[in-house]
């Protein structure tokens, strides 16, 4: 759907918050804290973000965009020459990072990670159900501190120094969840930390892939069932960009490995799970072709 950016808010140095109403004025589909949407830009990419206004406020949505230092295009865009009145196509929303029912809560942010928690202490809040947050970034990039402002002590935040998460997550408590959005170092070290708490504890959104399709890769072939077209893999190169030369199409979004757009089932062969999108359950019967591999010579995909 077609959505026009109403508003734009510097939240920190290199963030903005957009607000998005839909061009038609009618209300937008309804989400639940952790959903993210993919927008797709005049530019030609399509990047995710994460939803983080008030999901009972169907009139808009907000998302938050970093200026990534790096861009291909994509927030460079969002942040220069978008503008109020500019037009995006978004998709439905859809949630990988779902907020469960559970006794209590603890939240660990790192800098704009802190975008998918802002609706989850939101709902939280309002079940009455117990949390604390733990957020740290650079000074400059901290975003939404005035909105965290009104919780008060449960708020713990760390400009420009890491969560000390060995003391955060030292004692483990049976009930509590913990969501963890951030860079890779910090949840690394949170997962690390939960070792030791209930098995489903853990919940975590990454901003990028754990890992590239060309890490280790060796050449494949695959074949597309459906199609009935043979397509070779060559070493350093991805399914889904072989597939998509050859002529085949498939759906794909991230393009890293995290939203579970391209998942693809697997009729013969062994894949290489190389995704972040199924973290606990790798199935010898899905795939997705954005990352993962092969571990034998052919895979027949249902393509």
Same mark, same amino acid.
């Given at each position: 759907? &077609?959505?026009? +950016?109403?508003?734009?808010? /510097?939240?920190?140095?290199?963030? +903005? /918050?957009?607000?998005?109403?839909?061009? &038609?004025?009618?209300?937008?589909?309804?989400?639940?804290?952790?959903?993210?949407?993919?927008?797709?830009?005049?530019?030609?990419?399509?990047?995710?973000?994460?939803?983080?206004?008030?999901?009972?406020?169907?009139?808009?949505?907000?998302?938050?965009?970093?200026?990534?230092?790096?861009?291909?295009?994509?927030?460079?865009?969002?942040?220069?020459?978008?503008?109020?009145?500019?037009?995006?196509?978004?998709?439905?929303?859809?949630?990988?990072?779902?907020?469960?029912?559970?006794?209590?809560?603890?939240?660990?942010?790192?800098?704009?990670?802190?975008?998918? +928690?802002?609706?989850?202490?939101?709902?939280?809040?309002?079940?009455?159900?117990?949390?604390?947050?733990?957020?740290?970034?650079? *000074?400059? *990039?901290? *975003?939404?501190?005035?909105?965290?402002?009104?919780?008060?002590?449960?708020?713990?935040?760390?400009?420009?120094?890491?969560?000390? +998460?060995?003391?955060?997550?030292?004692?483990?408590? *049976?009930?509590?969840?913990?969501?963890?959005?951030?860079?890779?170092?910090?949840?690394?070290?949170?997962?690390?930390?939960?070792?030791?708490?209930?098995?489903?504890?853990?919940?975590?959104?990454?901003?990028?892939?754990?890992?590239?399709?060309?890490?280790?890769?060796?050449?494949?072939?695959?074949?597309?069932?459906?199609?009935?077209?043979?397509?070779?893999?060559?070493?350093?190169?991805?399914?889904?960009?072989?597939?998509?030369?050859?002529?085949?199409?498939?759906?794909?979004?991230?393009?890293?490995?995290?939203?579970?757009?391209?998942?693809?089932?697997?009729?013969?062969?062994?894949?290489?799970?190389? #995704? #972040?999108?199924?973290?606990?359950?790798?199935?010898?019967?899905?795939?997705?072709?954005?990352?993962?591999?092969?571990?034998?010579?052919?895979?027949?995909?249902?393509?």
């Amino acid at each position: 759907m &077609d959505v026009t +950016i109403s508003a734009r808010t /510097a939240v920190a140095a290199d963030v +903005i /918050a957009l607000t998005l109403v839909a061009a &038609d004025g009618q209300d937008l589909p309804p989400w639940r804290p952790g959903a993210h949407v993919d927008v797709a830009l005049p530019t030609g990419l399509t990047r995710q973000y994460s939803l983080c206004g008030d999901p009972a406020d169907r009139s808009r949505w907000r998302i938050a965009v970093l200026r990534e230092r790096t861009s291909r295009g994509g927030s460079a865009w969002l942040h220069s020459p978008a503008a109020e009145g500019a037009t995006v196509t978004v998709g439905t929303p859809r949630n990988l990072f779902e907020l469960v029912p559970a006794d209590g809560y603890v939240f660990i942010a790192g800098g704009v990670g802190i975008t998918p +928690i802002l609706p989850m202490i939101a709902e939280a809040e309002r079940s009455g159900v117990p949390w604390t947050l733990w957020y740290s970034g650079r *000074s400059r *990039s901290m *975003s939404f501190v005035d909105d965290l402002a009104g919780y008060g002590d449960r708020v713990h935040l760390v400009p420009g120094g890491r969560v000390p +998460i060995p003391e955060v997550l030292g004692t483990p408590t *049976s009930g509590t969840a913990v969501y963890c959005c951030g860079p890779e170092p910090m949840i690394e070290a949170v997962r690390e930390a939960c070792g030791t708490w209930e098995p489903g504890t853990l919940h975590v959104e990454r901003f990028v892939a754990e890992s590239s399709p060309t890490d280790g890769s060796t050449g494949f072939d695959v074949r597309c069932a459906r199609s009935e077209v043979d397509v070779r893999v060559e070493d350093g190169v991805s399914v889904l960009d072989a597939l998509l030369k050859a002529g085949v199409e498939a759906d794909y979004s991230c393009t890293q490995g995290f939203c579970g757009t391209c998942e693809t089932r697997v009729l013969e062969g062994t894949p290489d799970h190389r #995704d #972040d999108y199924l973290d606990h359950e790798k199935s010898p019967d899905t795939m997705m072709i954005c990352v993962s591999r092969s571990r034998c010579p052919r895979l027949v995909l249902d393509l």
